[in-house]
């Protein structure tokens, strides 16, 4: 049974930075994609970044790009989202997920970690 677990949420001022971790376990995860993606009140989840555990290919929502690194450290199966630059847009609870690489859905997910930027 895969579970994610997100914490480093808080808040920041803006143009700060902050480090998410999401700690997986239950599986190896080599044939997984991990993700994060974000859900602001009043407006649908959206995808921020993801990585290929296996070869660390990422791939970057655009509003994020140029700010944001994805990684992970595969002794410790943890998965980061460094946040440099932030905006006040940028506040969101943020949510960790993972899916196998031959689907397309992702389905298994945190509980979410706050971030909210102040201006």
């Known amino acids: 049974q895969v579970q994610l677990v997100e914490s480093g949420g808080g808040l920041v001022q803006a143009g700060g930075s902050l480090r998410l971790s999401c700690a997986a376990s239950?599986?190896?995860?080599?044939?997984?994609?991990l993700g994060w993606f974000r859900q602001a009140p009043g407006k649908d989840r959206e995808f921020v970044a993801r990585?290929?555990?296996?070869?660390?290919?990422?791939y970057y929502a655009d509003f994020v790009k140029g700010r944001f690194t994805i990684s992970r450290e595969i002794p410790k199966k943890t998965m980061y989202l460094q946040m440099n630059s932030v905006k006040a847009e940028d506040t969101a609870a943020y949510y960790c997920a993972a899916r196998l690489n031959v689907k397309r859905q992702y389905d298994n997910w945190g509980q979410g970690t706050q971030v909210t930027v102040s201006s």
């Open positions: 990585i290929n555990w296996s070869d660390g290919t990422t």
């Open positions: 239950g599986s190896t995860f080599s044939r997984y994609t």
